[in-house]
Structures are given as C-alpha cells and as structure tokens.
C-alpha cells in the first residue's frame, strides 16, 4: 500500500496508528491528518527518537499497511 492511499483514508487508519504508536494522542491525530512528515514529527517528539528512526517506523508501518485495514462499507 501507498502513503497516498494512507493519506486518503487517514481517519480509518488512526486506530491501526494508535496501536502502533501509543503515545501519540488524538490530537497529534488531527495534526498529523495523513501527512507522513507529520507522522514522523510527532514519533519524534513523542518518543525520543532521532529523525531516522522515526522515518524507518513509518516505513515499517506503511509496508505493513494491507486492504484489511480499511473498514468494509
């Protein structure tokens, strides 16, 4: 899956974030809204963790990401 197709459905996807990411609240949520940068900011700030890490993360999640995890209409 790509970061697009993340973007585009980012409010179905928090819940799969939150478990992944924990510490981010709901309003880093609504700040990050999809935006990848954003994403890794927060996992930054949140975690203490360098800008590396916290792109290796996202990456990680996004190549996790499948079609199961969008909710079925």
């Known amino acids: 899956m790509n970061w697009d197709q993340i973007a585009g ?3 179905q996807l928090t ?6 990411w924990g510490k981010l609240t ?9 935006r990848r940068d954003q994403l ?5 700030e949140r975690y203490g963790v360098a800008k590396d890490e ?3 993360q996202v990456a990680a999640w996004e190549r996790q990401a499948t079609d199961s995890w ?4």
């Open 54 to 56: 916290a792109e290796s």
């Open 9 to 11: 459905n980012w409010k």
């Open 26 to 34: 709901d309003d880093d949520f609504d700040v990050i809204a999809g």
């Open 15 to 20: 819940g799969k974030a939150k478990e992944q």
């Open 40 to 44: 890794a900011g927060k996992i930054q």
């Open 70 to 73: 969008f909710k079925k209409h």
